[in-house]
Every structure is written in C-alpha cells, then in structure tokens.
C-alpha cells in the first residue's frame, strides 16, 4: 500500500552537491520516523541519516556527519538529502525507508561521485 519513490541522483564531480527527495505514499507518513539508507556494489545497505516524524530530532553516520543534511515536509510526504562536499566513496544506491526499515524498499536513485 505504502510506496516509496526516490529521485534526485546523478554524476557529479568530487566536492559537489546533490539533494535527493523521496516521496512517500499514504497519509499515515507524518507519524513514521525516516531514514536514507545506501548500498555500494559488492556492500551490504548501511545507514546514512534519519529523522524523526517531527523533524526535531536528526542523526546521522560518522562518515557522512558535517556534509549530509536529512530533512522533511510531511504535508508534501516527502524526505529530503542534502548532500555537500561529496567524495568517492559516498557512490551508492541510495534508498529510503522507516528508521526500522518496515516498510519494501523501493527502488533506489543512484549517486556517483567522481574523483
């Protein structure tokens, strides 16, 4: 019932910028905690930022901390990543979900960071 659609990927030179949105289904959205979430070819899917139904409360892996911001708007159901001074390892499929992953992932939008 509930969908997930990520969009916002691409190629962009090391140092650059991206936002990704992922737009959620079903108007039960504003009470799930969210999360973005990635996987690297050959890598198991790890956590990159999440952020609670309120939009108060963020956290975010060591790697990414300082240049991804996880963000919001629940009257547009839609979760939003930007990501700044990006590197070579940040390229991934990148995913969102529920912080507890609960619901079917959908189907991704790839980032590619060159060096």
């Known amino acids: 019932q509930v969908q997930l659609v990520e969009s916002g990927g691409g190629l962009v030179q090391a140092g650059g910028s991206l936002r990704l949105s992922c737009v959620v289904s079903g108007r039960t959205f504003s009470r799930y905690n969210m999360g973005w979430f990635r996987q690297a070819p050959g890598k198991e899917r790890e956590f990159v930022a999440t952020i609670s139904w309120s939009g108060g409360y963020t956290s975010y892996a060591d790697s990414v901390k300082g240049r991804f911001t996880i963000s919001r708007d629940n009257i547009k159901n839609t979760v939003y990543l930007q990501m700044n001074s990006l590197k070579p390892e940040d390229t991934a499929v990148y995913y969102c979900?529920?912080?507890?992953?609960?619901?079917?992932w959908g189907q991704g939008t790839q980032v590619t960071v060159s060096s």
């Open positions: 979900n529920t912080d507890n992953r609960a619901l079917y």
